[in-house]
């Protein structure tokens, strides 16, 4: 295992400079594609590190003892529309791209997001992570039921992309359902398909009330002490995916 400063300096040399900034005194990286980031991860593992990541940086002020000894992936420079389609109705953002943005892009092509019309201010990556959730007339809207496929680099380093654009996919569980939430410790999101709508059904959205956001629940189904079935579960994919624990809970 390398030391902090050790590590910066492989960071240095396999990236270009602006890649790698201190934040609020937090060394910070930026990757600008699914390369690099896969890179970072496979960095990380051989160097013993650890990393955690940030959107728009609001969780990373003030910085914290913990957070200091880590490092900041940034998906700021993942922030491009890459795609709209009308016909198929799906919409694909890189995960630094502010969500309530979508509609304002996607309104000339007679579509609409839901999601992207609450007061949240994260980026697309973030929503996704928290599973941002609504309420719409006494049932959960959460963005999990919208978001169909994702390109994802998980903690060691392996670029995959689960779900799919299609409405009718394969038969069982769809994997990319469990980044949503994930809350950043399964790896980083480097873009999501959400399913999208035709603008027509906007107005039957019009009552839709964000709903706070339980980080606790989450975490809890990470206790070792917590024997329950989903959090049971909860910690055998965790182990999967980030068998090094390069993304640990904090």
């Known amino acids: 295992m390398s030391n902090p400063d050790e590590f910066l300096s492989v960071l240095r040399s396999e990236f270009p400079d602006d890649r790698v900034t ?30 955690f990541i940030s959107g728009f940086g609001n969780n990373v002020s003030p910085p914290s ?34 969500l309530k943005e979508i509609n304002s892009r996607v309104r000339s092509e007679g579509l609409f997001f839901p999601h992207a019309a609450l007061p949240y201010v994260g980026s697309v990556g973030g929503a996704v992570s928290i599973n941002l959730s609504a ?20 903690p060691e ?7 799919s654009v299609c409405f009718k996919s394969v ?18 999101i480097i873009s999501a398909t959400f399913r ?20 606790d629940r989450f975490l809890n189904g990470l206790d ?11 910690r055998k994919i965790k182990s999967k995916f980030d068998p090094n624990g390069v993304l640990p809970v904090i």
């Open 22 to 51: 201190f934040q609020k005194t937090v060394v910070t990286f930026h990757p600008e594609s699914a390369a690099e980031t896969a890179l970072f991860f496979k960095l990380l593992n051989k160097h013993g590190q650890k990393a």
């Open 65 to 98: 003892e913990v957070l200091t000894a880590m490092f900041v992936i940034s998906t700021d420079r993942l922030n491009e529309l890459h795609e709209v389609t009308a016909r198929n109705l799906f919409v694909k953002a890189g995960a630094g791209f502010p």
């Open 135 to 154: 309420v719409l007339n006494g049932h959960d809207l959460p963005i999990k039921k919208y978001f169909i496929q994702a390109e994802i680099v998980t």
């Open 157 to 163: 380093g392996e670029i995959i992309n689960p779900g």
């Open 171 to 188: 038969s069982g569980y769809d994997v990319v359902k469990i980044f949503a939430p994930s809350w950043g410790l399964l790896g980083l």
């Open 196 to 215: 999208v709508l035709p603008l027509t059904a906007i107005d039957e959205y019009e009552g839709m009330k964000m709903q706070a956001v339980d980080r």
């Open 224 to 234: 070792e002490s917590n024997q329950e079935t989903d959090a049971v579960y909860s």
